[in-house]
């Protein structure tokens, strides 16, 4: 089941934080994120295990509530580079299945 | 190293017509994904596979077929193209070995069938 994405659109200023939030039904075993720019294919942000271990860029930073099936990908101090679709992506389970659902997408647009 | 090659980058097809969109990646990975992306929207998982042999349907594989021969290659064949199958498809790969599974895209093919 396709995990939901909150809020669908933010409009920011430069300097200015954003918490895109995604949330599933069903019990998970990872949380993924990736941000996509235009005409251009998805890149990595971050990946959250189940039992705490995370895997991800420095200057990203994550959260996943493994009793509410929740996870948020928190955006400090945003850069015009910030701009862009994020997608969060859940892999139900207990072990990586290799089958990867993506949510709707949060656009995410930093002005200066 | 390659990544994930993804060919043809872009392709017009007729309805009814057949394709195979072609994904080949050189980081000996386990997992193999094809996704589809209508504009506007996010990515939806067509198949998948967990290895040589192993495939799996996601949630929108009707219209598609795959196979996985070898480790490198998961072709995505369109039997009968319709209109509806107009997207951006982009083929990953991942390896669950260090328990993570990052997803490597690839650039993506858009497909246009008229």
């Known amino acids: 089941q396709q995990p939901v994405q909150s809020p669908q659109a933010v409009i920011l200023r430069e300097g200015e934080d954003a918490v895109i939030n995604c949330s599933s039904s069903?019990?998970?075993?990872?949380v993924h994120w990736y941000r996509q720019k235009h005409g251009e294919a998805p890149v990595f942000l971050m990946i959250?295990?189940?039992?705490?271990e995370q895997k991800g860029h420095e200057k990203i930073s994550a959260s996943f509530n493994e009793k509410k099936q929740q996870s948020s990908l928190y955006l400090t101090a945003s850069q015009l580079s910030y701009s862009g679709t994020y997608f969060c992506?859940?892999?139900?389970?207990?072990?990586?299945?290799?089958?990867?659902?993506f949510g709707q997408g949060t656009t995410l647009q930093v002005k200066p | 190293n390659a990544g994930v090659t993804q060919t043809p980058k872009f392709q017009v097809l007729k309805t009814g017509q057949s394709m195979t969109l072609q994904c080949a990646q050189d980081m000996n990975h386990e997992y193999m994904s094809w996704y589809r992306q209508d504009p506007g929207m996010g990515l939806r998982l067509i198949h998948y596979?967990?290895?040589?042999?192993?495939?799996d349907q996601g949630e929108v594989p009707n219209g598609y077929n795959v196979s996985r021969s070898t480790t490198e290659d998961f072709p995505l064949r369109l039997l009968s193209a319709a209109p509806s199958q107009t997207s951006v498809y982009f083929c990953?790969?991942?390896?669950?070995?260090?328990?993570?599974?990052?997803?490597?895209f690839g650039e993506g093919s858009r497909l246009t069938v008229l």
């Open positions: 069903k019990a998970l075993y990872s």
């Open positions: 959250l295990l189940k039992g705490g």
């Open positions: 596979s967990v290895g040589a042999g192993i495939t």
């Open positions: 992506g859940t892999v139900g389970g207990s072990s990586n299945t290799g089958k990867l659902i």
């Open positions: 990953a790969s991942s390896s669950p070995r260090d328990g993570f599974g990052e997803l490597f």
